[in-house]
């Protein structure tokens, strides 16, 4: 795995648009459960759709208790190297910056300022009439005590985390962003995504139809093995830690 790595990091030395992808596969290794994964949330939990939560009170009351459980299992939660070493080539100016699936705002507390986040963030909750935002901690906690869902505290409006639920539509600007920066990128590193949910998974295969160099680093196969230039089967953090390593012993 080592030459492999030191071609990774030969390629990311070399990049002047790489862009890197996140799925649940780095916030794995800093504890959080996969949602999607067996035994994960939703293989036990029914999901409160979209519009079930804009039409009915009691659907918004399981939405908060369901969010309020799920919480607990990031607000702890710390970055690991992998989003240590992503920030660190941000601020080096070898990646322009990070698309991610995950909600749980690890990349941006690693100190990455430049991040796309696909599904929203659940740090926060946003009013769904005057689109304020607030801090999830202080709202979760005021629901675990009062057991009643907040409205917005400017416009009495329906508050809501800031993540995109199952039946609604990923934010636009965002997506838009995204292509942008796959049209863009000479290398593209997508890691921790089994890369099967659309449209995220379409991001890799645009930004390698547009010339960029694409890695794929993910413990288990990816449907888009075939078209990348290196796969890597391995854990993240030991993965990112050897490039990181490599490019330093280059420079
Ligand atoms: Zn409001």
Redesign the pocket.
């Known amino acids: 795995m080592s030459s492999d790595c030191d071609i990774v990091a030969q390629w990311l030395s070399e990049a002047r648009s790489a862009v890197t992808f996140t799925g649940a596969g780095i916030s794995t290794e800093s504890g959080i459960p996969d949602f999607r994964s067996p035994g994960g949330v939703w293989s036990r939990t029914q999901p409160v759709y979209y519009d079930d939560f804009l039409n009915s009170a009691d659907s918004r009351l399981e939405y908060w208790r369901q969010k309020s459980e799920s919480h607990v299992d990031f607000s702890d939660a710390s970055p690991n190297i992998a989003h240590q070493a992503l920030a660190r080539w941000e601020a080096g100016r070898q990646m322009r910056g990070i698309i991610t699936q995950n909600i749980d705002g690890l990349h941006q507390i690693a100190g990455s300022q430049s991040v796309l986040e696909l599904h929203g963030t659940a740090r926060e909750i946003g ?1 769904l ?2 689109n ?1 935002r607030f801090d999830a901690d202080l709202m979760v906690t005021q629901f675990n005590e009062t057991g009643e869902v907040p409205v ?1 505290p ?2 009495s ?1 329906l508050l809501k985390h800031a993540t995109i639920s199952f039946g609604q539509s990923l934010d636009e600007t965002v997506l838009r962003e995204a292509i942008g920066w796959c049209r863009d990128a000479d290398l593209f590193l997508a890691m921790g995504s089994s890369l099967v949910v659309q449209p995220a998974a379409g991001l890799p295969t645009l930004a390698r139809e547009s010339g960029a160099r694409l890695v794929i680093i993910n413990r288990e196969p990816t449907p888009l093995d075939h078209i990348a230039d290196m796969v890597l089967h391995a854990g993240i953090g030991e993965t990112i830690a050897a490039i990181e390593k490599a490019m330093i012993g280059a420079s």
């Open positions: 009013c009439d005057c304020s917005c400017h416009c409006g």
